[in-house]
C-alpha cells in the first residue's frame, strides 16, 4: 500500500511534486500505530511560512521526505482506517497536524478520552501542539462548515488570541492604535476583531487589491495602502504588528512614527521579501512574538483548562463571523492541490477564499 505526497523543495519552493511512499501493511504496523487517511486538510500562507522556516524551526522534521525535499505540515482531518491501539477504533476521526498526503502512521501514545499525540521519535523537540491530535468523531463543532473553520482558522485564531492577550497585558504599550500589516490575511483578521472587541483603534495596512476585503470586514477603523502608510499621522503612539514580514515597510514605519513606535511584534512572514539589514530602528525595538512563551506564561497564571476556556469563549464570538466573510473552497487530487500550492506561494489566493484540500482524488 502506498501514501501519495505532496513535496516541495526546500530551497526552491517554486518546485513542487507528488512521490508514492511505501506504507506498512496492517501487520506490519508498530505496536500501538494508527494508519490514518488524511481526509481534508486546510492550506493558507501560514504553511507557506511553515515552508520558509522549515529548517529553521524543524517543521521539515516532522513529515520526511526524500531527496532536498520537504513535506509542507497542514492542519486537517484525519480517518483512522487501521489501529495497533486498544483503546482506538477504526474509524476514529481525528484533528491535528498532517502531512500533504494521504496517509501518515501515528505511533499513537498519551491516549486520553479527548485526544492522543504522535510519539514517533523523529516528531520530538518541537512545541507539544504539533504533535496532538483531538478525538472529534461526532462532535459537530469539528464536522462539516464548521469543521472547516477550524482547520482553516483555529490554529491562527490561536496566535491573534494570544498576541491580543499580550498587548492587553501590557496596557498595549499605551498606544492610541494599533497597525497591523497583511491586514487580509486570517490571521490579521482575527487579532481585528478581537482588539476591536476591546475598543481599540485598528489600522489595517495592505495591498491595493485586497484594501475592498479588508474594509469589508468591519473590524478596521482604517484601511490604509502599503504605499500610503506615510500619510497617517505621527504623533500619537502606535503599535505595530507585523504579518508580512517586510523588512522595507517596518523601516518605513519606524521611520515615520519614530518614538511613537512603542511596540514592534513580528509575526508572520506572507511578502517573503527579501530581508535587508534595517540597521537600527527609531522607537521600540522589532521584536518576534513567540507564541509558546505566552502560551507558558498563561498556563501557570491561568491554571490547567485557563487558555482553553478563554480561547473558547472568543472563538464563539469570532466563528459566527466566518459565514460572512469567508468563502470556503474545496479541491481534490494532486492536481487541485499543486494549483492551490502555486497559488498560496504568488499570493494570487483572493483573501475572502478559504481552500479546504485534499489528495486523495
Ligand atoms: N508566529 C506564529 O505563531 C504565527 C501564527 C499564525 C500565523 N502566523 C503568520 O501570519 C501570516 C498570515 O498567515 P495566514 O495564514 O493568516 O495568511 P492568509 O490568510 O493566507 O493571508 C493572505 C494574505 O497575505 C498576503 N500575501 C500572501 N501571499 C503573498 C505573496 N506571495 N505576496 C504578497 N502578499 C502575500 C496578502 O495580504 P496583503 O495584501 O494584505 O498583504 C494576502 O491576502 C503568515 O506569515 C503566518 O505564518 C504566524
Same mark, same amino acid.
Given at each position: &500500500?502506498? /501514501?501519495?505526497?505532496?513535496?516541495?523543495?526546500?530551497?526552491?519552493?517554486?518546485?513542487?511534486?507528488?512521490?508514492?511512499?511505501?506504507?506498512?501493511?496492517?501487520?506490519?504496523?508498530?505496536?500501538?500505530?494508527?494508519?490514518?487517511? #488524511?481526509?481534508?486538510?486546510?492550506?493558507?500562507?501560514?504553511?507557506?511560512?511553515?515552508?520558509?522556516?522549515?529548517?529553521?524551526?524543524?517543521?521539515?522534521?516532522?513529515? +520526511?521526505?526524500?531527496?532536498?525535499?520537504?513535506?509542507? +505540515?497542514?492542519?486537517?482531518?484525519?480517518?483512522?482506517?487501521? /489501529?495497533?491501539?486498544?483503546? #482506538?477504533?477504526?474509524?476514529?476521526? =481525528?484533528?491535528?497536524?498532517?502531512? &500533504?498526503?494521504?496517509?501518515?502512521?501515528?505511533?499513537?501514545?498519551?491516549?486520553?478520552?479527548?485526544?492522543?499525540?504522535?510519539?514517533?521519535?523523529?516528531?520530538?523537540?518541537?512545541?507539544?501542539?504539533?504533535?496532538?491530535?483531538?478525538?472529534?468523531?461526532?462532535?459537530?463543532?469539528?464536522?462539516?462548515?464548521?469543521?472547516?473553520?477550524?482547520?482553516?482558522?483555529?490554529?491562527?485564531? &490561536?496566535?491573534?488570541?494570544?498576541?491580543?492577550?499580550?498587548?492587553?497585558?501590557?496596557?498595549?504599550?499605551?498606544?492610541?492604535? #494599533?497597525?497591523?500589516?497583511?491586514? /487580509?490575511?486570517?490571521?490579521?483578521?482575527?487579532?481585528?476583531?478581537?482588539? *476591536?472587541?476591546?475598543?481599540?483603534?485598528?489600522?489595517?495596512?495592505?495591498?491595493?487589491?485586497?484594501?475592498?476585503?479588508?474594509?469589508?470586514?468591519?473590524?478596521?477603523?482604517?484601511?490604509?495602502?502599503?504605499?500610503?502608510?506615510?500619510?497617517? +499621522?505621527?504623533?500619537?503612539?502606535?503599535?505595530?504588528?507585523?504579518?508580512?514580514?517586510?523588512?522595507?515597510?517596518?523601516?518605513?514605519?519606524?521611520? *515615520?512614527?519614530?518614538?511613537?513606535?512603542?511596540?514592534?511584534?513580528?509575526?508572520? =512572514?506572507? *511578502?517573503?521579501?527579501?530581508?535587508?539589514?534595517?540597521?537600527?530602528?527609531?522607537?521600540?525595538?522589532?521584536?518576534?512574538?513567540?507564541?509558546?512563551?505566552?502560551?507558558?506564561?498563561?498556563?501557570?497564571?491561568?491554571?490547567?483548562?485557563?487558555?482553553?476556556?478563554?480561547?473558547?469563549?472568543?472563538?464563539?464570538?469570532?466563528?459566527?463571523?466566518?459565514?460572512?466573510?469567508?468563502?470556503?473552497?474545496?479541491?481534490? %487530487?494532486?492536481?487541485?492541490?499543486?494549483?492551490?500550492?502555486?497559488?498560496?506561494?504568488? %499570493?494570487?489566493? +483572493?483573501?475572502?477564499?478559504?481552500?479546504?484540500?485534499?489528495? =486523495?482524488?
Amino acid at each position: &500500500m502506498t /501514501s501519495i505526497d505532496f513535496v516541495v523543495a526546500k530551497d526552491d519552493l517554486d518546485q513542487c511534486k507528488t512521490i508514492a511512499t511505501a506504507l506498512p501493511g496492517a501487520d506490519a504496523l508498530p505496536p500501538d500505530a494508527l494508519l490514518v487517511k #488524511v481526509d481534508r486538510f486546510a492550506f493558507t500562507a501560514n504553511n507557506i511560512t511553515y515552508a520558509v522556516l522549515g529548517d529553521e524551526l524543524k517543521y521539515w522534521q516532522l513529515f +520526511p521526505a526524500p531527496g532536498g525535499f520537504g513535506n509542507i +505540515p497542514v492542519w486537517g482531518f484525519g480517518e483512522v482506517v487501521e /489501529s495497533k491501539h486498544p483503546n #482506538v477504533a477504526v474509524g476514529e476521526r =481525528l484533528f491535528g497536524y498532517f502531512p &500533504m498526503a494521504t496517509h501518515l502512521v501515528i505511533e499513537a501514545t498519551d491516549v486520553s478520552r479527548r485526544g492522543l499525540r504522535d510519539g514517533a521519535a523523529h516528531r520530538q523537540g518541537v512545541a507539544p501542539v504539533y504533535n496532538a491530535y483531538a478525538r472529534v468523531s461526532g462532535d459537530p463543532a469539528y464536522a462539516g462548515r464548521h469543521g472547516d473553520y477550524q482547520a482553516l482558522l483555529r490554529p491562527l485564531f &490561536m496566535l491573534s488570541f494570544l498576541v491580543d492577550d499580550f498587548l492587553a497585558e501590557n496596557d498595549d504599550f499605551a498606544a492610541r492604535s #494599533v497597525l497591523l500589516s497583511s491586514a /487580509s490575511s486570517k490571521t490579521a483578521f482575527g487579532l481585528a476583531h478581537l482588539l *476591536h472587541t476591546r475598543g481599540r483603534k485598528v489600522i489595517g495596512l495592505t495591498s491595493a487589491g485586497n484594501a475592498g476585503f479588508v474594509t469589508s470586514l468591519g473590524c478596521y477603523d482604517e484601511v490604509v495602502l502599503y504605499d500610503r502608510v506615510t500619510s497617517l +499621522p505621527s504623533d500619537a503612539p502606535v503599535a505595530f504588528v507585523d504579518m508580512a514580514g517586510n523588512s522595507a515597510l517596518r523601516a518605513e514605519l519606524h521611520r *515615520h512614527f519614530g518614538n511613537q513606535m512603542k511596540c514592534s511584534l513580528r509575526v508572520g =512572514l506572507t *511578502h517573503r521579501a527579501t530581508e535587508a539589514d534595517e540597521g537600527e530602528l527609531p522607537g521600540a525595538k522589532p521584536r518576534w512574538f513567540f507564541a509558546p512563551d505566552q502560551i507558558r506564561k498563561r498556563a501557570k497564571e491561568w491554571g490547567p483548562g485557563g487558555i482553553e476556556q478563554r480561547f473558547g469563549a472568543v472563538w464563539s464570538g469570532f466563528a459566527p463571523l466566518l459565514e460572512r466573510c469567508l468563502t470556503v473552497v474545496e479541491s481534490r %487530487g494532486p492536481d487541485a492541490v499543486r494549483q492551490v500550492y502555486l497559488d498560496t506561494l504568488k %499570493g494570487r489566493i +483572493p483573501p475572502e477564499q478559504g481552500h479546504m484540500l485534499s489528495l =486523495l482524488g
